[in-house]
């Protein structure tokens, strides 16, 4: 069975991408799928304006979610900014290297549950190193500008699909906005035939 | 570079305090364990739109899933309601029929209307049920309503014939008078209660996406004290 592509838009700055990494990234055990990582800038830093009551309200939301899905969530540290930036610069890298899925889990689990600033060498070295990334190569993705014209080209393909938030999959030009629509896309998935089988030890 | 004060506090401290606090369950079950020494029930204020397709998923399952609970399900239509200013408001609306139609299967509900449906066009059921008594023939009326509006029809809204759903559910006439002050005044407790968007479940000191959060309205209630009946 030949693999699909599912891309994966995702902000270090959205608790609800937080939320959704872990189960995104293990969609291609279960599905033959190639998930496609693609973070993008955070919606505060394209110019879309969020409400307090927007952002209280989800921080109290996730908290719940959390709780549900069995996530550790606060203390936080808001990478608004330069650690947000810094983080989409280091991802692209670590797609260079296959540990993408280290690297954001290891950054987005930094900044929603132990309040690690990413905006610091010594905050973004420690999340590196727990995904087994060298930091001269990640310092140097900071002043990459061939990375950052992925970054930038990752958040006009959300734009493009007329889409403004995150976590966001797109399958087959079908698109699913949010974590707690992870279970529809893997119902898509089942209809397309795509669940793999499960083998068991003798 | 290290962090000013000020950035840390907006940075880290406030939002962890909000998240810590959040948490913070035991005045609400007091609260709850009281107004049931009183003799009051529960309350689940919904507020929903008409012309919003995931209100229609979120009302007709949350009638459902209260019955059997000790606890009112208080329907607050409103009309004018989002982010202010909100450059995707109408990308949102669009999304919402497909987000809607997928949520409906999850439960069995099958969404017949492609199209947004503008907020105008059904303003006076929003006027109509917001000028009523609360109550189970109101809830049956909005849950029919709402299932005719987005699981039975595709054309336009024909007024008439709501009329004589209201008639069959409440009997008389719809409330000829007040209706868009009611739901002006709705839309102002929406405000204060925070949510800024439909449909939105306010349950005791928590609110909640509804057509997101139907089970978790539910785990709320059940830690409330709430619980569903045999």
Not at chain 1, 34 to 63: C, N, Y
Not at chain 2, 58 to 63: C, F, N, R
Not at chain 2, 73 to 79: A, E, F, G, Q, S
């Amino acid at each position: 069975m030949s693999a699909q592509r599912l891309d994966f838009f995702f902000s270090f700055r959205s608790p609800y991408s937080y939320l959704a990494g872990p189960r995104a990234f293990a969609l291609p055990e279960r599905y033959a799928v190639d998930l496609v990582f693609r973070g993008v800038i955070p919606m505060a830093m394209r110019g879309q304006s969020v409400p307090r009551e927007k952002g209280l309200h989800t921080l109290r939301d996730v908290a719940r979610e959390a709780r549900r899905l069995g996530m550790p969530f606060g203390p936080v540290h808001d990478p608004i900014g330069d650690g947000a930036i810094r983080c989409l610069l280091v991802s692209e890298h670590a797609i260079d290297v296959g540990r993408e899925r280290e690297f954001v889990l290891s950054a987005s689990r930094g900044i929603w549950a132990e309040a690690v600033d990413v905006a610091s060498d010594a905050g973004l070295r420690a999340v590196c190193a727990r995904a087994g990334l060298d930091w001269a190569p990640c310092a140097a993705a900071l002043e990459d500008p061939a990375l950052r014209a992925r970054v930038d080209a990752n958040t006009a393909a959300l734009a493009d699909l007329g889409h403004w938030g995150v976590p966001v999959f797109v399958f087959a030009g079908e698109l699913f906005w949010g974590q707690d629509r992870i279970e529809d896309l893997e119902a898509t998935l089942r209809d397309a035939g795509l669940d793999l089988p499960t083998w068991t030890a003798e | 570079m290290a962090s000013s004060p000020a950035d840390l506090l907006a940075r880290r401290v406030a939002p962890s305090a909000v998240i810590a606090l959040s948490r913070v369950t035991w005045p609400a079950r007091l609260g709850a364990a009281a107004r049931r020494r009183l003799g009051r029930r529960g309350r689940v204020e919904l507020f929903f739109a008409f012309d919003d397709p995931c209100s229609a998923i979120a009302v007709i399952d949350l009638a459902q899933r209260l019955r059997g609970r000790d606890v009112r399900l208080l329907l607050m239509p409103v009309v004018r309601r989002g982010i202010k200013d909100d450059p995707a408001v109408d990308l949102k609306r669009r999304y919402a029929i497909d987000d809607a139609r997928r949520l409906g299967r999850r439960t069995g509900l099958e969404l017949t209307r492609r199209e947004p449906l503008p907020a105008q066009d059904v303003a006076f059921l929003a006027e109509w049920v917001a000028a009523a008594a609360q109550g189970p023939a109101l809830t049956r009326f909005c849950v029919a309503a709402l299932r005719r509006l987005w699981l039975e029809s595709a054309g336009p809204v024909e007024r008439a014939g709501y009329g004589a759903l209201w008639r069959e559910q409440l009997g008389g006439r719809p409330p000829g008078r007040g209706g868009a002050r009611a739901v002006r005044r709705n839309e102002r407790l929406m405000r204060r209660r925070r949510p800024y968007d439909t449909p939105a479940a306010w349950v005791h000191g928590q609110w909640f996406f509804a057509h997101d959060r139907l089970a978790q309205i539910a785990a709320r209630l059940d830690e409330l004290g709430w619980t569903a009946g045999p």
